[in-house]
């Protein structure tokens, strides 16, 4: 049977690929239109439009960058390790929820329950980072007791 944390990372990877494809699909378009427009035209009117063209293709290219470094982290987390303390690779569930310290993705589903798939270094999981079993943590006025990890 594959485990929850194998669940939840093959469905964020999947995310990930589905979000790398739109990203450079549009960079793609982009890329094509710019090229177009230089080919076809020249003038002032033109530079501006091929400039914003080209912020949005770098802005794209610094989505995408940090989208594959998402998917590369995320592929070399090691689920199969037990934690007896919160780290990166650890599921952590409290009273209120279950939490992956993985990448920051946010929350997902997986058999009917939701997982946030939060990173180590986002205030929630700072706070949660070295804590164990029975600790007990406090985040915008929320109480979270860990009642285990994984």
């Known amino acids: 049977m594959v485990s929850i944390k194998q669940s939840i990372k093959s469905e964020v990877l ?34 501006t439009s091929r400039a914003k063209i080209q912020i949005e293709i770098d802005l794209l290219s610094k989505q995408l960058n940090h989208v594959q470094w998402q998917k590369n982290n995320l592929s070399n987390m090691d689920i199969n390790q037990i934690h007896y303390v919160a780290d990166v690779g650890s599921l952590i569930k409290t009273d209120k929820g279950y939490f992956l310290i993985s990448i920051g993705w946010g929350r997902i589903q997986i058999r009917d329950k939701y997982y946030f798939v939060i990173s180590v270094g986002s205030p929630i999981g700072r706070l949660l980072q070295n804590k164990k079993k029975g600790d007990i943590v406090q985040f915008r006025n929320t109480t979270y007791d860990i009642l285990s990890i994984s």
């Open 14 to 47: 999947r995310q990930l690929v589905l979000k790398i494809e739109d990203i450079s699909t549009a960079v793609t378009s982009l890329t094509e239109s710019r090229d177009a427009n230089m080919k076809s035209s020249a003038g002032d009117k033109h530079e």
